[in-house]
């Protein structure tokens, strides 16, 4: 969805490096989240946040945390990364009413040796 | 905990076939449901949003069914065609709007 950028599309990193991931979306939706993605595994939801200031821990927080610095962007950071967080993640946003779709953004691709 | 399965998990079809792909969720209690698809190194395009109180919704050769009872939901292609090759997911709206994903099925229509 060109309403949802994602940066970097791919990152390569070492174990312990702390890493940022960016989501920005435009049309000031309410709603984000951020997913990973994993192979046999589906997309499982790290953490979630209805507006600024507001930050709700999904399935999988431990090891990932998250900032809304303003209402388009959401950030997802590894303090300190390890192997088993190699995965693709996923940003999405969606408006406040219930039949209103989630769109996601094109992913990140991230590998840590 | 809601679980979502998707079967079945590939498949692969002659183009022109209509083809059915199944999703069940084990907790009845869910707000809507939503099927995606997933192309390689892309992100996930929603195709069919279908409230909890829908039965089906319809978007050109897509047809998306819910039976909230029995914990399931089918997606229909008709006449498949070779654009319609790609990952299929199947998620569920449970509280606090959150998803939960299935594993997908991955789909080749053969020309």
């Known amino acids: 969805d060109a309403d949802v950028t994602q940066t970097p599309r791919n990152r390569i990193t070492k174990t312990g490096k702390r890493i940022m991931l960016e989501c920005s979306q435009t049309k000031g939706h309410d709603r984000m989240y951020w997913y990973r993605q994993d192979p046999g595994l589906g997309l499982r939801l790290i953490y979630y946040?209805?507006?600024?200031?507001?930050?709700n821990k999904g399935e999988i927080s431990d090891g990932y945390s998250v900032s809304r610095q303003a209402q388009a962007k959401f950030s997802l950071s590894l303090e300190s990364a390890i192997p088993n967080q190699t995965a693709l993640y996923f940003c999405?946003?969606?408006?406040?009413?219930?039949?209103?779709?989630?769109?996601f953004g094109d992913g990140t691709r991230l590998s840590i040796l | 905990k809601q679980e979502v399965t998707q079967i079945p998990a590939a498949l692969s079809v002659p183009e022109g076939e209509n083809l059915v792909l199944n999703c069940s969720f084990t907790d009845s209690a869910i707000y809507n449901l939503q099927w995606f698809r997933q192309d390689p190194g892309k992100g996930l395009t929603s195709l069919l949003l279908?409230?909890?109180?829908?039965r089906e919704q319809t978007s050109g050769r897509l047809n998306a069914s819910l039976d909230k009872s029995s914990g399931r939901s089918t997606l229909y292609i008709a006449a498949s065609q070779p654009g319609d090759s790609a990952t299929y997911l199947c998620?569920?709206?449970?509280?606090?709007?959150?998803?939960?994903f299935g594993t997908g099925t991955r789909l080749l229509v053969s020309p």
């Open positions: 279908i409230q909890s109180s829908q």
């Open positions: 998620a569920v709206g449970t509280g606090f709007q959150k998803l939960v």
């Open positions: 999405a946003k969606r408006g406040q009413l219930e039949n209103q779709p989630q769109h």
């Open positions: 946040s209805f507006d600024v200031k507001d930050i």
